[in-house]
């Protein structure tokens, strides 16, 4: 290997990293292909991650968990991507993937709780249900952004697809799985079976072997897929376009099964992941995306994992008569307490929504003073 | 008839068009009439029209129904219209009917949930309950008017008439009559009797004959009554004030009907309207109402309109382990959904939300250019 | 008693009124001391009282009821407070007792709805639900204040408080006891037993008195405890403050107390103060706090009040699925409902939310013109 091509190589390799603004100019001019790259920064940006590689291999974690699951994700990415075209929203939104993030979660929620998969019609529901949480983005983020500064997260694809399965119910095609299992909300108590498990009724595992599994699998678990090598893909894909947020994807899913087990929750749940997901997106959103990195803000992105742990809780038992996941609403609903009074603390240092980009990206600025951060008060937390 | 007689005619059925400025002008100065006069408006405000025949004549459909229903909506409109003059609320709101219409529906909404008919209890209940649909009415519209530019549509009456419902289950004169009724969420899936019928045990009817009843009676079963023959009355009633929002009904309802056989609804459900009363209302709120009406705004109205019927039945299982009636809450959230996001959307000519008059009268004024509009963009679907 | 000590002696009294800004002053300079004032005045802004007398008489009311429930309630008034301070939250706000209040109120709902009392467990649950508690006020407060002019009210408490014992129903060490008794939303109607009575299957006790203890009882129901002695020491503590608070407490929980008995609600509920809590908290924030009192707004309250009540059987039958308490809920709602819609009306003299102090300094402030209320339309309802 010559000079040169070491040379190209390196420099392959860096242009993946961040929010990779190269490919998006390169593409500007190939409409086709500019669709596909930005779709891919749409599955991306679940985690925040404007990247199409990192969407790319988060299609490929769903992909190796299910087929139908990865599809499903790709037919909701390019249905809500396409709506958003179709509605002639902002263009910059639309490329940098925040009109597809929901519309994927929506194929991969319908493509789980409505069955037969690769029927006919579940893939006429995706694309309604899709299209529709592109509406809801729209008009969300008309009712959060301009006044109190912050995006509707996944609240779309919370919305569309509870809905959808709400209406399910009540229809002769509705096609609702057996995952929907309507029950009377009980408190169970101490009769609870907390041992680590990989089946329902299976036998205990070891300790390191059910916390372990129990954190890697809250990372695919996002996406609806319960695997140990989908979710080590997905970690590669996040650690393409910033190696702190797959940090704190980690730290907070372990944040999440740690409050799971201290609260003494259903080890079947604990393993398969179902006590970090949303705990660890929280934890990416508030420590280095909405706000700065600092000692600060890492201490308050672990403690709003721990709140959304208790929130997956919560939103559980009110969702119990209708049988209906929590989806991400505990994400949500945990993230957005923890950020909409970001202007009344002087404590972080918070980044304007239309300047987010990685929280490595967001520390540099920071470093460089004031005038970066849209002459905001951007070195309040230095100066301290 | 001599000619002075004739053109008296004429001009009697002119002066019957759009929203009836002269009689507001000649009734100004005489307070008695005046009230009846905004009354009616009140009630022909439930589907968008300022007009006082439109009201009068959705009142004699009502009355033809039940005279209860019919009594019962002009005692809540009353008592919520003189509940706002008393809280010295905006007289040119007033005087539109605005303080109106959610009261109207109070009334007609607590003589059918409660029983029996005529008796004082009720009575004192549906003031009662009018009178706080024009708080709500008020506080909603602080809430969403400055900022969102969206109105408050039926919400008022929605949340009153549920919290009264839900607050007579736990007393003893509560009067909660039989179509109230709780029970567990249940997916019933493909053993939905979907055959188009008129009892609910009965045997099915015809296509046509199916499909033309459901379609008809959701136009009545807005106003809480049942029936071919107030439906007919009702759509003469808006035909008077506009023939677009009179075709959007009829459209609207037909995609409400559409959207529950296609989903494969319960038959009974569908002849008697329930899956059009909600859907027809948005059509005529998106199609013409809020948006001035172009091919674009027809093609978002009938999307809306799916949306509310999928809505209707997210509403129905989410109510049922109280039994509750979903009202008109799929309208309401269906239509904010679509109308919220306006603003992020070149694709629509929206109408400023205090110069809402007529579909057919925004497009009269949009051709006049942008000056019409109080000085927005209002040309801005002609110049693409 | 020489001249010189009873004027100290009067001076002293005199300066246990209103909202007594010289402690403020000259606890400044002593943090430690300062810290347990104005957690004082966190237990008495329950109540709209910014004194620390009345935080004290109140916690004492509590001690009194159950020495559990008072160190609770202390417990939770030093969690969030403490995290106030920690999140560098507006130091006035803080002094205020306003970061307070919701952290009292979760401590004494903890410690009621969950067992064994004085646990370890219990202990950190009231430590970190207080704490959260803080957040959701200043989130909350960032989301109603800047826009509606309205304060978040007791809502942090409750949805922090309903939150964990969702959350606490799917966990082994979830310590949910008894009194959370999920059932099946039911229409009891005239079955229900509506004698005044203590005991649940016990036997009628008199009109009279029954009726004094459901409104005397209704004063101490709020802070979790169910005494008539509580209650006299907490109205004692009102009194150091606001005369005309304590009158509209009494007033607003007979209020309740008569909707329940017209409406036949359950005479141990009436007996034992539960449908008065909420209403005269209503009464007291609309006559006199929120509003300028006058013989309008002497009115309004008492209709506050009485939706209030009614308020309060909605959302109990709302949440009979999970068997929780409607806590303060039907306190916020009924406020709010009609708080917000405050500008769109000349009938009343809206306090700005920055210089509400108590009644009757609002009474004082107005009387002397417009310049005191910060340049508003003061005198609106003096010129009418």
Chains 1, 2, 3 share one sequence.
Request: glycine residues 10%.
């Amino acid at each position: 290997m010559d000079v040169n091509s070491a040379h190209r190589s390196v420099s392959l390799l860096r242009s993946l990293d961040g929010v990779m603004p190269q490919w998006s100019e390169r593409l500007e001019s190939r409409p086709a292909l500019d669709f596909v790259h930005y779709c891919l920064r749409g599955v991306g940006q679940i985690v925040f991650m404007n990247n199409p590689v990192t969407g790319l291999l988060i299609l490929v974690g769903m992909w190796v968990f299910s087929p139908w699951l990865g599809f499903a994700a790709v037919l909701g990415v390019v249905a809500s991507t396409a709506s958003a075209l179709i509605l002639g929203l902002d263009r910059v939104a639309v490329r940098a993937g925040l009109y597809g993030f929901n519309g994927a979660l929506v194929g991969a929620g319908l493509a789980t709780f409505l069955e037969p998969p690769w029927s006919g019609r579940e893939l006429v529901y995706i694309v309604v249900v899709a299209a529709f949480s592109t509406m809801l983005m729209a008009t969300l983020g008309a009712m959060l952004l301009p006044r109190l500064k912050v995006p509707p997260l996944t609240l779309p694809f919370n919305f569309a697809t509870l809905a959808f399965l709400l209406a399910a119910f009540a229809v002769a095609h509705g096609d609702v799985g057996p995952l929907v299992g309507p029950q009377s909300p009980t408190v169970v108590g101490p009769e609870i079976d907390t041992s680590l498990r990989a089946a329902e009724g299976g036998s205990a595992v070891g300790v390191v072997e059910g916390v372990v599994n129990a954190i890697v699998r809250g990372i695919s678990q996002l996406f609806l897929a319960d695997s140990v090598v989908a979710s080590l893909i997905i970690l590669a894909g996040m650690f393409v376009c910033s190696r702190i947020a797959t940090a704190f994807a980690v730290l907070g899913s372990a944040l999440g099964v740690a409050t799971g087990l201290l609260l003494g929750a259903d080890g079947y749940k604990v393993y398969h992941g179902f006590w970090g997901y949303n705990s660890y997106v929280s934890a990416v959103a508030i420590g280095g995306v909405f706000f700065v990195l600092t000692w600060r803000s890492a201490l308050f992105a672990a403690a709003c994992a721990v709140v959304t742990a208790l929130l997956f809780a919560t939103i559980s038992t009110v969702f119990s008569p209708w049988g209906l996941p929590a989806l991400t609403l505990p994400f949500c609903f945990g993230t957005l307490a923890f950020l909409i009074m970001k202007e009344l603390t002087p404590r972080f240092q918070e980044v304007p929504i239309e300047e987010v980009t990685t929280p490595e990206e967001h520390r540099r600025l920071l470093g460089r003073g004031e005038a970066e951060f849209g002459g905001r008060d951007a070195v309040g937390e230095q100066r301290e």
